[in-house]
């Protein structure tokens, strides 16, 4: 069956009856910031939020750590975008575990150790995420 008449027989149908679902969700989101359903799977979710929140900042950040000790402003935007890259890729190592049971030994371990190390930094700049 194509995708039009897919559509047609089932998508329409599919989309109709999300309605009250997705409008609960959208104004549960509104009034609580998030929704009952975001919780059925709230660490993959959650990785999707800090993951965007965190490119959001790494691109339009006005925010410097005041940890550059001695260094020029530019060295210190160089290694708080480095530790800003390293924490994403921790978030995206965890939402990758989730979602991929069916990486191998290596690159599970791989995967852990990026997260971990990921996860360490946000916990160590946890204060520093503002704009």
């Given at each position: 069956?194509?995708?039009?008449?897919?559509?047609?027989?089932?998508?329409?149908?599919?989309?109709?009856?999300?309605?009250?679902?997705?409008?609960?969700?959208?104004?549960?989101?509104?009034?609580?910031?998030?929704?009952?359903?975001?919780?059925?799977?709230?660490?993959?979710?959650?990785?999707?939020?800090?993951?965007?929140?965190?490119?959001?900042?790494?691109?339009?950040?006005?925010?410097?750590?005041?940890?550059?000790?001695?260094?020029?402003?530019?060295?210190a935007q160089k290694e708080w975008n480095e530790i800003f890259e390293k924490i994403i890729i921790g978030f995206e190592c965890a939402r990758l575990l989730i979602n991929e049971p069916g990486l191998d030994h290596n690159e599970k371990i791989e995967a852990e150790r990026l997260k971990n190390e990921g996860f360490d930094l946000f916990k160590r700049y946890f204060n520093c995420f503002w704009d």
């Open positions: 069956m194509n995708n039009f008449l897919w559509w047609i027989r089932y998508g329409i149908w599919t989309w109709l009856s999300d309605r009250p679902r997705k409008t609960k969700s959208f104004l549960q989101r509104g009034w609580r910031g998030w929704a009952d359903e975001d919780t059925w799977d709230f660490d993959y979710y959650l990785t999707k939020v800090i993951i965007g929140g965190l490119k959001h900042l790494k691109k339009y950040q006005n925010i410097l750590p005041t940890w550059k000790e001695g260094k020029s402003e530019i060295e």
